[in-house]
Each structure stands twice: as structure tokens, then as C-alpha cells.
């Protein structure tokens, strides 16, 4: 016990180090300022956190941004290249005419490209346009970051970054959400959502989207086929810029359940630059002014002369009438052919094809053969009037929405078909003048 509570014997104090003379302590100051500021300063950029986040921007008034538009952001400090101020936007949702654009338009197989640019540049354009831009940030790793940016630039070098635009399944938006999920989330997002029924079709979503622009949603309903009417899961109906930053804020709230990859994490949505962020829905627009309009030219110059055929001003409406559907009608049905033979599967198989189609050019010329008693042309005008209704049976099966438009074709059809079966039994369309005519030409006789 004693041993143990010894106090240990003093230590004779060491010899104090001399100071050094100003000249070495100058050197050895700048031993320290060359060997150990940079390394300092370079690890402190390089544990810089990257910023990366999905950008949803407003719909615009020009018919293309209808849908809204969106972009990925990343911003680097130091940049892939050891730039000071990369802070960069990508976007896939740029086109560029030139190269036949209007005929692949035409043909549902436009050719749209990946653009960058310095997102201050984004942000003044859009605050020019006053569209508000929403961000969700996206938490990675640097090393994920720079993973990211040498994919998107290996997509930049091949041809400029194009790729075959299809608006359902391969536009702007996919093109982000699969990149994603397949290089930051390893697929974690596809397998949670793709199991979740969002209760939606295409064509549904993209209603809510041009509410504002009926004769637009007219015309986008018109080329889409039964493909657009599927039910969807939540996966495939983020095809939308603000229906992924929905996505995404879904897979958020998921947490831990959703199994992100260990450093990756969804932060909330925030919004950037000074336009304030409104989401709300515009009211409801039907167009009921132009289905005033095709109402009473479908009265006027349909219905009217099929329930009297006979007279001047009926044979000047049914002209007009038959000239107005003949191009319309044609014109869209050669634009609904050229659509059908794209590959894309949103415009295959589409019931609207038996009510617009190209041979409607013809119908003109079989009225009046018709009206006038030919048979075979009375057989076909009614076979062309009967199509629409074929069109409504089948879609009673497949579940596509074309009542919009196979009805009122229907009834032009059927107007026009009754117009040249009354002519016919009357004795042609022109037979009331005929008599005159011969009259004069004996009187000229005689009085010769």
C-alpha cells in the first residue's frame, strides 16, 4: 500500500529551445503558406456539397409550352473542370427547324435535343416571361454529381444530344425521370411507383393541362388513340414537368421505405427567382363558342338542305356545307393517317380514323353522282355515313374517348347521305331546271 501511494520523484526540467532569429522564423512562415494553404483550400472545395435539383417551370401562352417545361440543375464548386462558377441547367425539350421538322412533325417523329446553358441565363428568361420555376433538391455525393454530368455529356456528343421525341413516353420529362432513377436512384423509384395505381389515363392528365386552350385539347385528343386511355400507374404518369416534381415529392414523403441509395435523399420543393409559385388549376373552358359555330353550320348547311333539297338558296348551302366538311374532314384524316404510320403507340389503332380520313376529298363528287341516281355512289355514301357509327360500337370496347368526335361526323354524314337519297327519288338535283332550259331552246327555234 505504501508502493502504491508513492509520490514519483521530480524530473530535472528540460532545457528550453532557443527562439529562432526573425530570418528563419520568415522562412519558416513561408514553408507553411506554400505546403499548406492550397492542399487546405482544394480539400475545401472538394467537400463542397453539390446542388442538383429538378426544375418544373409554368406553362406558357405558345402552344408548345402548354404542358409547362422543366430542366435538371447542377451546380459544382469547383466544376467538373475546375471552373469557379459552375452552376449549369440541362434540358431535353428543345428542337431547331430545318432537317425536314415540319414533315416529322407532321408524322409524330419529331427530333428534339438536349440544350445547356448557365442557369442565371434561365432564371432572367423566364422571369422576363414571368414563369415561376419550382426546384426539388435532390442530396449526392460529389462523386454521384460528376457521375451525372459525364453522362449528360456523353448525350451532348452524340449528335447534339438527339433523340426521337414522342409526347407520352419519351419527351422531356421521361428522359429526366429515367436518368435519375437509373444512375442516382438504381431503379428504386421505378420499382415503388410502377406498382402504384395513379387512377389517371394520358388522356385525363393531359385535359387538366388545356383547360385553358380548347381547340389545342380538341386537337390533341383527336390524334391520340386507345393508348391514351389506359389506366396508369404513378410511375408513367409523371410524364408531365410538374407530375415529376409530384413524383418525387411522393418518394420524399415515402422516407425511408422507398430504399434510396445510402447518401441519396429528396428535399423539399422551394421556389427560385422572384415570379411567385401558383399551381392553382385555370377554370374550366369548354369552347362553347366554336360548338355554337359547328352547330349551326351543321344546321345551315347539313340539315336544312337534307330536310329540303329543293330550291336555290338549299343547293347553295349544301355546296358550301359539303366544300367546308370535304377539306376539313379530309384534312384531318390525312393528318390522322400520317400520324398512324409513326411508330409511336399512342396513334396506332385510332377509332377516329372512321370518321376523318382522306377519302372524305371525294365527297363532293359522290353527292352529286348520288343525287343524281347512281348507284354505286349512293351505296358508298352511305357506307362512308355508317363508319362513324362503327367507330362508336367499337369504342364501347376498347374504352377510347371519340364520341367528341365521331358524333358530330356522324351527323354530317348521315345529313349529307339524306340529301342525295331525296334528290335521287325526286329525279336529280338539277331536274326542276331542265324543263326550262328545253323550253327556251324550242321557243329560240320557232321564232327563228
Known sequence: MQHALRQPSPRPAAARPSRPSRPWRAALALALLAFG??????????STMPLVEVLAIAPGP?????WGHNALRIRLEPGPRGEADYDRVFDWGHFRYGRAFLWHYVTAQPYYRLKTEPFADVLERYRRRGRWIVAQPITMSRVQALGLVRTIEAALALREGEFPYDSLINNCTTKLRDLLDGQIFDGAL?????????????RVISDLHLRQVPLTRWAVNLVYSVFADRPLSRWDAAYLPIALVDLLEDARLAGDALRLPPGVTIGRPAVRGAVPYDRTLPPLERGWGWIALALALWLGCGLLPALRPQGRQARRLARVGLALWAIAAGGLGTLLVLFALSPSPNY?????????HPLLFALPLLARRASHGALASRVALRVLSALPLLGLVAAAFTGQRVWPYLL???LVQVAIALRAD???????????????RRGRATRGRTDA
Not at 405558345?62 to 402548354?66: D, N, Q, R, T
Not at 415503388?192 to 389517371?200: F, I, L, S, W, Y
Not at 331525296?422 to 326550262?436: E, I, M
Open 348 to 356: 396506332a389503332a385510332n377509332l377516329n380514323l372512321l370518321g376523318f
Open 190 to 202: 421505378r420499382r415503388a411507383m410502377a406498382r402504384t395505381p395513379d387512377g389517371r389515363s394520358f
Open 62 to 66: 405558345h402552344l408548345y409550352a402548354h
Open 408 to 410: 358530330p361526323a356522324l
Open 37 to 46: 494553404g492550397p492542399p487546405r483550400r482544394a480539400w475545401a472545395e472538394a
Open 422 to 436: 331525296r334528290l335521287a327519288q325526286a329525279g336529280g338535283a338539277n331536274a326542276p331546271d331542265r324543263p326550262a
